[in-house]
């Protein structure tokens, strides 16, 4: 590849490197202002070039609510009856009796840093915990959304900052509960609080705002309509069919099923990301391809909670679009999610390798879905390519689970065979060194400040 004609601050080369058009042996990047500003191939090794491994494009987490991932392992035990996910519910609203700014702050700063370390480049922050543990509003409306920005800041990922408006408890606009004190908000504030986002965001590189209609049990027809002009520009997200209860009683309120609701009755198009839709007939899924619209799998939360398998091997092979995200974050890794969903698919359909397709294997095909589909929810592109930001994941393959590989060989090697410490080498997010050796650079610091906010808010629970 000829070099493009830009100045470089600087240059990583790469062992190989996975492009837009393929894999490439002996790649340096060229880096100016936290951009590519020079991409060559088959090139030997400069004493100043930085790097090594093999390059992927950094992956996009398109939905994540960080502060549950104070959570991970601390509901799992059974009550007396039958455990799913309105339990667990029940469970994460008590959880939210305690925790304020700070506490918030510190627990998605560590919830952003381990998606670095993990190879997510940038993070779909699906953030609804807008009032104190009381329900009463913050003097600022979007502190806790500057809370999420800081520890964005903090840990240097990419953001794409989705408020989400929360107005009713079920289908119908039923009155909000006790436990949903901390999500509710009216239009005018929600429309006060987007436009505190965008101004938020504004000075984070490649950061992006849009909003997130939680639900359609937790918003009304009416207000719905109002979500796509208050995103500007940016992403519109919401979560759609991710329990059998939920569907039912859509039809019970509408006579129609979410996502046949949703079609029918709002504008969705490529701006949209449809959470989970996981139990969705074959037409509802072909109207999703139809709109160009996006599938956010979270395949580890999916699994965990016990909600069902989308039919993600029909969809991709119908030209559906999808990403992944972490949600919950009880486990937090591309190669976690990429595995859980070939894994369940594999036990839905009874076969192997069922996501690959005749041009690529298992772990390429679900990395490029994944890269595509989580770019567009995003609202960021994400690909080795001159003028796009810098976020680059590098695999150590001197480790032994990549011995004797190349090509799509190493993709499905640090999905499905190597351990996940070691695996990961370097992240560089808007050309900056974010991870080192597997591990982020302000790890210490991030740790001890989560370790002591969750001794405050367990030992208020203990009180």
């Keep these: 590849m000829t070099p493009e004609a830009h100045p470089v601050d600087r240059s990583l080369w790469f062992q190989a490197a996975l492009l837009p058009d393929g894999w490439a042996k002996g790649v340096r990047i060229g880096l100016a202002g936290g951009r590519i500003a020079r991409v060559e191939t088959g090139v030997a090794r400069q004493p100043a070039d930085a790097g090594g491994g093999v390059a992927l494009p950094g992956m996009t987490n398109l939905h994540s609510h960080a502060f549950q991932r104070a959570m991970a392992g601390l509901t799992e035990a059974r009550g007396p009856s039958d455990d799913d996910f309105w339990t667990w519910r029940a469970l994460m609203y008590r959880f939210l009796d305690r925790g304020g700014p700070e506490e918030i702050e510190a627990i998605t700063a560590l919830s952003f840093l381990e998606m670095l370390e993990g190879g997510f480049t940038r993070v779909c922050e699906f953030h609804y915990l807008h009032n104190d543990p009381l329900g009463a509003p913050y003097d600022d409306i979007a502190e806790i959304a500057g809370r999420i920005v800081a520890a964005a800041r903090t840990t240097g990922i990419g953001l794409t900052l989705l408020p989400v408006f929360y107005a009713h408890a079920g289908f119908g606009g039923q009155p909000p509960a006790h436990g949903q004190r901390r999500f509710v908000t009216d239009l005018d504030g929600f429309s006060d609080l987007a436009g505190r986002c965008r101004a938020l965001t504004a000075g984070l590189d490649g950061a992006v705002a849009g909003v997130a209609p939680h639900s359609l049990r937790a918003v009304a027809p009416d207000e719905l309509a109002v979500m796509p002009a208050l995103a500007s520009d940016g992403p519109i997200h919401i979560h759609v069919a ?191 060194e974010v991870v080192t050796n597997g591990r982020h650079v302000a790890r210490d610091a991030v740790q001890t400040r989560y370790r002591q906010a969750l001794l405050r808010i367990l030992g208020e629970a203990a009180a």
Excluded at 283 to 312: H, K, M, S, Y
Excluded at 325 to 350: C, F, H, K, P
Excluded at 403 to 431: K, M, N
Aim: with cysteine.
């Design 242 to 432: 991710e329990q059998t209860k939920e569907v039912q009683d859509c039809l019970d309120w509408s006579g129609a099923r979410p996502v046949e609701w949703l079609l029918a009755n709002a504008p969705v198009d490529p701006r949209w990301c449809l959470i989970h839709s996981t139990h969705v007939t074959e037409a509802e899924w072909r109207g999703i391809v139809d709109r160009q619209a996006v599938v956010g799998l979270c395949p580890i939360t999916e699994a965990n909670l016990g909600d069902g398998v989308f039919p993600a091997v029909d969809f991709a092979q119908g030209g559906g679009r999808f990403g992944i995200g972490t949600d919950s974050n009880v486990q937090i890794g591309v190669a976690e999610e990429l595995r859980m969903l070939e894994y369940s698919q594999r036990l839905a359909r009874r076969g192997r390798a069922v996501m690959a397709d005749p041009q690529r294997s298992t772990g390429r095909a679900l990395y490029d879905r994944a890269l595509a589909g989580g770019a567009q929810a995003g609202g960021a592109g994400a690909n080795l390519v001159v003028g796009a930001w810098a976020d680059i994941v590098s695999l150590d393959v001197d480790g032994i689970a990549f011995a004797g590989r190349d090509g799509d060989a190493v993709l499905d090697s640090w999905i499905f065979g190597a351990p996940r410490s070691g695996a990961i080498r370097s992240v560089w997010r808007a050309g900056r």
